[in-house]
């Protein structure tokens, strides 16, 4: 059995639409051991939220895993049928969503809602799944449990009602617990509190953890590792401290900088990243952050950058950016630096093509084949 409880290779996943083929995620590879918490960002429509439903083997009926492998604890998603993938969802792997008075059932009470998901995989009787319904309420911290056991969702506040779901998705002990955007639907206190209430269970229960979110500062607080992903890529995968303290990927650099830093003494003006998010009817032949990035080369737009590392920690890039800075430092074919870090992932001979190193050839800015009005035309230049 693999030593991962999350283990995607490769995968590649569509949506087939009357407008065509939505190519959603485009090789995504993805390994998490047992108890980690993996934070995954990016902006909308990248791809985070459909990673880890096809963990659960959700996908619309449109959607169809194309290539690749899905594994999750051992087991094979991408080859199970529905049968059988029911018996680990909401068993192993459970999910809290954004918002929680959605997904709860208005004509059921809390009681009735938490006993039904302990009794749904397990043997309990009424009264067991009362008391362990209870058990949970207390869990994540909601007080007086019998009374709230009694109550309809609407008689709860937002973040309690969030805390309830908790509870739902905790019923089963899973192994994996994905986190959609838990905290996007409630105030900035209450998200903070319901953050700190999802780090104690993780402490306490010791289970992995997938968070999806588009706030680098809720991933900050909680997460081993960070997921950057954009287009239905990954374009760089590292520990808290690689990705905010090291970011390799010009798209990472950007979303750290689009977000407010408290600890500064003078106000500091948020940097948006400009232009549109990619049409994945029709994704770019190169670089996805092509078209919105401020250091776009021309080998950029037509040749999909390679994955490179950084130290033996698993901190990657995809940007070719990074690849050319480790050339020039000479880095390629000895013992490369890149920004003070060792490139150990060796970036192999041949991985920048030899004709886009030479000068005039790639490695220079992708002005003259930059659509007009891709970006601001003073942030052009780019060494080269
Ligand atoms: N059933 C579907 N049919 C067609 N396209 C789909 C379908 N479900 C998702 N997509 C597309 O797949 C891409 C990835 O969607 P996903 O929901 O994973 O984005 P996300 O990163 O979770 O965004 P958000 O932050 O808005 O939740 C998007 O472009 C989305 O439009
Ligand atoms: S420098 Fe090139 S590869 Fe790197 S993010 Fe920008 S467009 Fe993509
Ligand atoms: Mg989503």
Same mark, same amino acid.
Request: proline share 5%; with cysteine; charged share 25%.
């Given at each position: 059995?693999?030593?991962?409880?999350?283990?995607?290779?490769?995968?590649?996943?569509?949506?087939?639409?009357?407008?065509?083929?939505?190519?959603?995620?485009?090789?995504?590879?993805?390994? !998490?051991?047992?108890?980690?918490?993996?934070?995954?960002?990016?902006?909308?429509?990248?791809?985070?939220?459909?990673?880890?439903?096809?963990?659960?083997?959700?996908?619309?009926?449109?959607?169809?895993?194309?290539?690749?492998?899905?594994?999750?604890?051992?087991?094979?998603?991408? *080859? !199970?049928?529905?049968?059988?993938?029911?018996?680990?969802?909401?068993?192993? @792997?459970?999910?809290?969503?954004?918002?929680? !008075?959605?997904?709860?059932?208005?004509?059921?009470?809390?009681?009735?809602?938490?006993?039904?998901?302990?009794?749904?995989?397990?043997?309990?009787?009424?009264?067991?799944?009362?008391?362990?319904?209870?058990?949970?309420?207390?869990?994540?911290?909601?007080?007086?449990?019998?009374?709230?056991?009694?109550?309809?969702?609407?008689?709860?506040?937002?973040?309690?009602? *969030?805390?309830?779901?908790?509870?739902?998705?905790?019923?089963?002990?899973?192994?994996?617990?994905?986190?959609?955007?838990?905290?996007?639907?409630?105030?900035?206190?209450?998200?903070? *509190?319901?953050?700190?209430?999802?780090?104690?269970?993780?402490?306490?229960?010791?289970?992995?953890?997938?968070?999806?979110?588009?706030?680098?500062?809720?991933?900050?607080?909680?997460?081993?590792?960070?997921?950057?992903?954009?287009?239905?890529?990954?374009?760089?995968?590292?520990?808290?401290?690689? @990705?905010?303290?090291?970011?390799?990927?010009?798209?990472?650099?950007?979303?750290?900088?689009?977000?407010?830093?408290? *600890?500064?003494?003078?106000?500091?003006?948020?940097?948006?990243?400009?232009?549109?998010?990619?049409?994945?009817?029709?994704?770019?032949?190169?670089?996805?952050?092509?078209?919105?990035?401020?250091?776009?080369?021309?080998?950029?737009?037509?040749?999909?950058?390679?994955?490179?590392?950084?130290?033996?920690?698993?901190?990657?890039?995809?940007?070719?950016?990074?690849?050319?800075?480790?050339?020039?430092?000479?880095?390629?074919?000895? !013992?490369?630096?890149?920004?003070?870090?060792?490139?150990?992932?060796?970036?192999?001979?041949?991985?920048?093509?030899?004709?886009?190193?030479?000068?005039?050839?790639?490695?220079?800015?992708?002005?003259?084949?930059?659509?007009?009005?891709?970006?601001?035309?003073?942030?052009?230049?780019?060494?080269?």
């Amino acid at each position: 059995m693999s030593e991962y409880l999350v283990d995607i290779r490769h995968e590649r996943l569509s949506f087939f639409t009357p407008a065509g083929e939505v190519k959603a995620l485009n090789d995504v590879s993805l390994r !998490m051991k047992d108890g980690e918490v993996l934070g995954i960002v990016g902006e909308s429509g990248s791809g985070k939220s459909v990673t880890a439903y096809s963990l659960m083997g959700l996908t619309a009926d449109n959607g169809k895993i194309i290539g690749g492998e899905v594994s999750f604890n051992g087991h094979r998603i991408d *080859q !199970m049928v529905e049968k059988e993938i029911r018996r680990i969802r909401g068993k192993e @792997i459970s999910i809290i969503f954004q918002d929680p !008075m959605t997904s709860l059932n208005p004509v059921y009470t809390i009681g009735n809602q938490i006993e039904e998901a302990v009794r749904v995989h397990g043997d309990k009787s009424r009264k067991e799944a009362r008391a362990r319904a209870r058990e949970l309420l207390e869990l994540v911290g909601i007080n007086e449990p019998d009374k709230r056991l009694r109550q309809y969702p609407h008689e709860l506040s937002g973040g309690m009602r *969030q805390r309830v779901m908790i509870a739902i998705a905790l019923a089963c002990e899973p192994k994996l617990l994905i986190a959609d955007e838990p905290t996007t639907a409630l105030d900035v206190t209450i998200q903070a *509190q319901i953050l700190e209430l999802m780090n104690e269970l993780k402490k306490k229960l010791g289970m992995g953890i997938i968070l999806i979110t588009h706030d680098l500062g809720v991933v900050a607080s909680m997460c081993d590792n960070i997921a950057v992903m954009y287009a239905g890529e990954i374009v760089e995968y590292g520990s808290c401290d690689d @990705i905010f303290y090291n970011p390799m990927h010009e798209y990472t650099k950007g979303l750290l900088k689009s977000i407010p830093k408290f *600890q500064e003494k003078e106000y500091s003006k948020l940097v948006p990243i400009e232009g549109q998010p990619v049409d994945l009817l029709n994704p770019p032949k190169g670089c996805p952050f092509a078209p919105r990035c401020r250091s776009c080369m021309r080998i950029c737009l037509s040749r999909k950058p390679e994955r490179m590392e950084f130290g033996d920690g698993g901190h990657y890039s995809r940007c070719w950016l990074r690849q050319k800075e480790a050339f020039e430092a000479g880095g390629l074919n000895g !013992m490369p630096s890149v920004g003070g870090v060792t490139v150990a992932g060796a970036a192999p001979a041949g991985a920048i093509p030899n004709d886009a190193v030479s000068a005039g050839s790639g490695m220079e800015t992708a002005v003259s084949e930059k659509p007009e009005g891709a970006f601001p035309q003073e942030t052009r230049e780019v060494d080269s």
